[in-house]
DNA sequence: GTCTGGGGAGTTTTT
DNA sequence: CTCCCCAGAC
């Protein structure tokens, strides 16, 4: 295995003594306990190139398991740069999730779970809540009680532990997880009638296949002889279990994580994981990667001292050679709104030529920073004012793509055509657009399908026989025939003009054009989208089929879809940061309540805070620069303005690691690099803002409206305004503060009197 | 039985 | 703004 060659010198070369020797342990239980920035993705590269070119692993016998889909591209990408001969193809690489939906496909087929086809849906988290609302209404559970939303956390979380529905009622003791349980068992069953698996099943069911059918085991357990995981702290039981049966008798199996990096907890993750990875494999090496390679010195300082406030931790000390840096600036600021400009205003610093020079400092371009926060929800104040500045930007998560209602429409007709016991679907589209099949007819068809233990296309196939009138009976007929046809279709013809003439003929293309809006323009693209993207997909007629297109399609996340090759400035969640790098990173909302969430802080539960402090540590190790906390200190939430504290991370941190400063002028940043170590003082307090030249009061809300710099202010009475649907008219009164309103009722020209919120409605002053 | 429109509520994080 | 619910019109 010493033997050097020229692939496997190219390969350490750039590694360190602590990753070469993660990265020769080529055989057996592999344990790589890697701090942020310590170029763990590197080593699981580098490791798996030099399997393959120097331990003469074949490629196919690689299984390498990442948290996002991006990341497993990433990977395969830099695998490939280090194998100039490629011969990389066939490695087995993707999250779990995408890994398991396709070897399903393929053991499906042979009918190995009895029920379940290879062309099973996925149902997401919204698929699994319609569920489990139709669910209780036919249960005739009130709703008031427990909330839908609850109920599918609670089951998911049962289904992460392996607790079937029949242990979990067994161990309910409250009223409400009663209840649950028996919603559970009827969930459960339903998909199954459906033919769907939610995202928990993607992981169940192939290991219920695994224990069923040992002959399927041993083929995957001798075709992937190399079993890596990525990330492993955010795996849960189940994901331990199926990593476990694949590797347990061959034993190579790499595991690369950060406890002080799990942030899933919520999701089902569990730290045992990693703290007891011993336990089932006793003579595993353990390799520590502590040294930081990403950060500047204060920030790893920083980052260290956080995470010492947790008590539940395996230690580790965080070290690094790299400069001192700049230091870490707190920004204190009245509102939002003022955040975000200090944020934008940081950014154009560091990113215009004019600002980088002024503090001489290389220019960094767009795509070296990023904005996180921690709800989703925070996006749209950066959002505006980043449009006002002229900043490029993207938003990653919050409505992408395929969450957006038209494309899930869309959709939901496709996965009938795959799948047509889908019932999520059909319940989505049998009346959408209007075909006059309402509630009533919907429920009778429903009561038929359970009392005869059908789906509901299988009942729709039965259509003479079910109790409804004569017209009721022709347009279910209709939309049955509507689906038949396009179905058969299937079987000859390009998926993709068969989806195409499907959602014509359905009329879901012209209920969306019907406003004739731009935004309705902008929907029937996204339709449109849909078809190409299909056409592309299946090109390859070997692995593209549609099952498969759809199935990846459920799998993909936000994180997914970033085209890093624009320029332009990142904004997303917390969570939604983890494993990427900034030079520059701001993170807003530091607020007690926000962040730590109120969640945290309400349960008094150390468990959960102590999860939102290692989020604040992967937020501030992406920065690798320059690193920014902003702080409001009030936020208009749930549409009123409340004030917050600063947040208990913050405050529980030493004054000598953070410097604060504000920028709610553009020259203090510039002036508060000349400070040097020195304190700039916070300009929150009036005084203090006289001090520097700055009006007493903070200037009001300044909030954008729409695209332009239309602030909200400006909406009073009697000013004239444009609304994108509903055309030109004239303010007659607003509700809220003077210069801070809230809504306004409006007389249209030809739409007469709206009230619309102004947070939502996107209104333009004219003149 | 079906459709329409007004009213009310909704925001942690996500494979 | 979007989703859901409910009353009342057709």
Redesign the pocket.
Known sequence: MGGSTPESEKILKSLDQRQREAVQTVAGPLLILAGPGSGKTRVLTSRIAYLIAVAAAHPSQILALTF?NKAAREMQSRINALLPSGGTRGITMG???SVMARLLRMELRDGWLPGYTAKFSIY??GDSE?MI?QIIKDLHID?KRVEP?RIRAVI?RQKNMMISPAAFEQHARTPDNKLIAQVYHVYEKALHGANALD?DDLLLKPLELFRRHPKILDKYRRRWRHVHIDEYQDTNLVQFRLSHLIAQEHRNICVVGDDAQSIYA??GADLRNILNFKDSYPEAKVVMLEQNYRSTATIVRLADRVIKHNVQQVKKTLHTDNDEGAPVELIELETGQEEAEAAAKKILGHCSRVGAAFRSLPQYDYRDCAILY????QSRNFEECLRAEGIPYRVV?GVSFYQR?EVKDALAYLRLLVNPDDRSSTLRVI?YP????????QE?LADYARLHELSLWEALNRIPKLPV?AR?KRVLGDFHSLIAQHQARLTSEPPHEVAKDLLKMSGLLAEIAKTGTDLARKKVDNVQEVISAIAQYTQDMQTGTLDAYLQSVA?L???DEGKDTANKVTLM?L??SKGLEFKVVFIGGLEDELFP?S??LRDADPKKLEEERRLFYVGITRAERHLYLGRAKSRLMFGSTRRFQLSTFVRELDDDLIRESSSANPTSTLRGQHLGGGLARSFSSPKRRQAFGMPAKAPRLPAPVGSGRRYTAEIRPGVRVRHP?FGDGRVVSIKGLRGDPREATVLFDNRGHKNL?LA??RLRVLG
Do not use: P, Q
């Open positions: 996002t999250t779990f999730h997401d988290t319609r609302r709703k939303r998911s995202f919520f999701r921690r709800t989703n929800a998560g209602k009346n209007r075909r006059c099949i309402g509630l009533r007819t009778k009138g009721e799998l996340t936000d994180a969640t969570h939604a969430s969640h945290a649907t919120v939502y409605a």
